[in-house]
């Protein structure tokens, strides 16, 4: 389930610090040469919509850990972006890590998935593009500070994760 899924963090925890055992999330031969296609540029900007940035969340969790994950993913879009000539102003700091979160959360609770295309199966409701609203306030979520900084939730905090711990950043 993804929504309502409460939960406090201390103050400071990350809630992409903590590990998923290696093993427990498989990555398809399709998996990977879809991050290929977007490390590389192979991808078109207009193929890379909602579904492929979960699969590319999921990939970058599943091979890297979670908290290497994000720096894997921010560098890989921001990498994209460049690639296509796409201001780096579109990129957002905060859609990234936030959804970087919710995916974490979500394969913590899917055990044993062997793909991006099985765990989303499992997790359909990482498909919707609303699902940060939960969470976030629009003005909050959209606002020019969270496009560039992370800024975290202001309605309902991210669940914790596994055995929790803070991060240094």
């Known amino acids: 389930d993804t929504r309502g899924y409460g ?17 427990m999330h498989g990555v398809s031969k399709e998996d990977r040469t879809l991050a290929e296609a977007i490390r590389l540029g192979r991808l078109s900007a207009a193929d890379f919509g909602h579904r492929e940035h979960v699969r590319m969340a999921y990939i970058c969790v599943a091979e890297a850990g979670p908290g290497d994950a994000f720096r894997t993913m921010r ?9 296509h000539r796409v201001p780096p102003g579109k990129y957002h700091e905060t859609l990234t890590r936030a959804w970087m979160v919710v995916v974490r959360h979500c394969m913590e609770r899917t055990p044993d998935t062997g793909s991006s295309g099985a765990f989303i199966e499992r997790n359909p409701g990482l498909l919707d593009t609303d699902l940060l609203l939960t969470h976030y306030s629009k003005q909050r979520l959209f606002s020019d500070e969270a496009r560039m900084t992370y800024l ?11 055995d929790a711990r803070d991060e240094p950043e």
Not at 7 to 20: A, C, K, M, Q, V
Not at 76 to 83: I, K, M, P, T
Not at 154 to 162: A, E, K, M, Q, S
């Open 152 to 162: 975290p939730p202001d309605r309902t905090p991210f669940p914790l994760n596994g």
């Open 7 to 23: 939960g406090r963090h201390p103050r400071g925890h990350d809630p992409l610090s903590d590990r998923i055992p290696r093993g």
């Open 75 to 83: 560098d890989d879009l921001l990498r994209f972006l460049a690639h």
